[in-house]
C-alpha cells in the first residue's frame, strides 16, 4: 500500500472594511497574510510576523471571535494576561490553536514564546476540520 502525502494547503486571511487600513500601516495586506498547513507543518504569516510549527505541536484547535477593534486591529498582538499571538484581520470569526509547546511568533528572537495563536482565515471551518484530520487523530 503507497500512503501520498496530502498537498500542503494555503488559506488566506479574511479582511473586513475596517481592518485594512491599521493592517497596511503594519505591511498587513492579502498578500502578505497566509496560513498554510502542510503534511508535517503549519506556517503563519502576517505582514512581518511568522509563526512556524510542527503540526505534532497543535494540541488544540478551537473557534473563537467576538473580539474589541481597539484590541485586534493593525499588528500582530500580545496578550498579557496568557501571552497567546493575535493575527487578526477581523473581529468576528477565528481558529484559536493550542500548542503543546510554546512557538515563537512576535518577537524574533524568541524571548517572547507563545502557548496559543488566535488567527482570523477566511474559512474558519476548513481550518478546524484540516488541522483535526491532520494533528488530532
Known sequence: MTITALPALRLPFAFSAAYRLPGLLFAITPAT??????????DVRFGPWRLRTPLSNVVSV?????FAWWRTAGPARLSLSDRGVTFATNRDDA??????????????TGTIRHR????????VDGLIAMLARRTLN
Open 33 to 42: 497574510t497566509w496560513v498554510e498547513v502542510g503534511e508535517d507543518g503549519l
Open 95 to 108: 481558529v484559536c490553536l493550542t500548542f503543546r509547546e510554546p512557538v515563537v511568533a512576535i518577537d524574533p
Open 116 to 123: 496559543a495563536a488566535t488567527i482570523t482565515v477566511a474559512d
Open 62 to 66: 478551537e473557534r473563537s471571535g467576538g
